[in-house]
């Protein structure tokens, strides 16, 4: 597929992946990754970060209030509007990775989203698990978090080692908390406040690192306490070939908009395209 302004980068990883990797994230739901993506791409995203700053989606929202140091901001779905986050989605590594990572033949992209965490931000990503979240059943569904700043352990993601294995809970909005309504899950556990029972994972990540992770695995994240470097990321999420759709009762945050798809349907459209492999 050919955009305007195709990069001509490396569409492979770096390296290979190992059959290690691929079972540390069968084993813990998580995997971080050296060195898979070149720094054309990290170049290329930090271009793209900067256009989309200056043309939030109806979507981006703003977690720091105003007054307080720092800035915590996201935004989704920057593929349908700007060619440079398109482009990465069908050009980069990133669909190869997934697809070796979940072990899946065919990969579908699901939707993109970026994190700004910029310098001295006190505001945290709270747990949480993403799948409940979103309208898909399956197994194969993995994000992978790609960071574009060097980042410590103390302002990286962290996650509860084998959680992918637990059971839905109710999402909560990220702006106050409030639980998602009528979904009929019950509360996550008080993770941060018996932390001293679970085994939490994270690592220092720098450019060119990525964390694959499963769509049910328990994660959260501090806020950024470094005075020099910002924490910008880019989550892309995919589907394997055991993802179906399935819109649940309750409120439901992806997708934002009618892909044409009824429940038990593959994730095909143009939506959630199919990526063409080589």
Not at 117 to 146: F, M, N
Request: glycine share 8%.
């Amino acid at each position: 597929m050919d955009f305007p302004g195709s990069t001509g980068l490396n569409g492979n990883p770096l390296r290979e992946i190992s059959d290690s990797e691929c079972d540390a994230y069968k084993t813990d739901g998580v995997v971080c990754l050296r060195s898979v993506f070149d720094s054309g791409w990290v170049d290329w995203l930090r271009d793209a970060f900067a256009l989309a700053l200056q043309t939030p989606g109806p979507l981006s929202e703003e977690y720091t209030p105003v007054g307080k140091t720092g800035r915590f901001f996201t935004d989704l779905n920057m593929w349908q509007r700007l060619d440079h986050f398109k482009v990465f989605v069908f050009e980069s590594p990133a669909a190869k990775v997934a697809q070796k990572i979940i072990g899946t033949v065919d990969i579908n992209f699901f939707y993109d989203q970026m994190f700004i965490k910029h310098q001295r931000t006190e505001e945290r990503t709270p747990w949480h698990q993403d799948q409940p979240y979103w309208a898909v059943t399956g197994q194969q569904v993995c994000s992978i978090w790609l960071p574009l700043d060097a980042i410590e352990e103390d302002s990286s993601l962290k996650f509860i080692k084998g959680s992918h294995r637990w059971a839905a809970h109710n999402p909560h909005h990220f702006a106050d908390d409030t639980p998602y309504e009528e979904t009929g899950l019950p509360e996550l556990p008080d993770i941060e406040n018996n932390l001293d029972i679970y085994e939490t994972i994270s690592w220092d990540v720098n450019p060119g690192d990525c964390l694959v992770f499963h769509g049910m695995i328990v994660h959260g994240s501090y806020g950024n306490s470094s005075s020099k470097l910002s924490r910008r990321a880019l989550a892309t999420r995919w589907c394997g070939d055991d993802v179906r759709f399935f819109r649940r009762k309750g409120e439901v945050a992806i997708p934002t908009t009618d892909p044409g798809l009824k429940n038990g349907d593959r994730l095909d459209c143009d939506l959630f395209p199919r990526i063409e492999l080589d």
